[in-house]
């Protein structure tokens, strides 16, 4: 995955990452929706910087997200999260 739309991240650096989004809602709740890699991500900015992703798999089934594995959630703490 890429590392550069983290939290902090401007819309523009978000966009980089993850390219176009599928959803732009910046100017009311401030959020952009992006699919990327298979999965589903909801950027939220406040002043200009994400301060939340909200992240889950693209797979549903019956409109519930499939659930991410261990090592997949692993995986996007160390490159999104900090480790947190």
């Known amino acids: ?12 650096q978000s966009i980089a990452s993850y390219g176009s989004p599928v959803r732009n809602e910046l100017s009311g709740p401030g959020l952009l929706y992006f699919q990327h890699q298979g999965l589903c991500m909801i950027c939220h900015y406040f002043r200009g910087r994400c301060d939340m992703i909200s992240i889950f798999s693209a797979t549903s089934e019956a409109g519930v997200p499939e659930s991410l594995g261990e090592e997949k959630i692993v995986q996007l703490l ?7």
Do not use: F, H, L, V
Not at 1 to 12: F, G, K, L, S
Not at 78 to 84: A, C, I, Q
């Open 1 to 12: 995955m890429d590392a550069a739309a983290q939290i902090n991240a401007t819309p523009e």
């Open 78 to 84: 160390d490159s999104k999260g900090n480790k947190s």
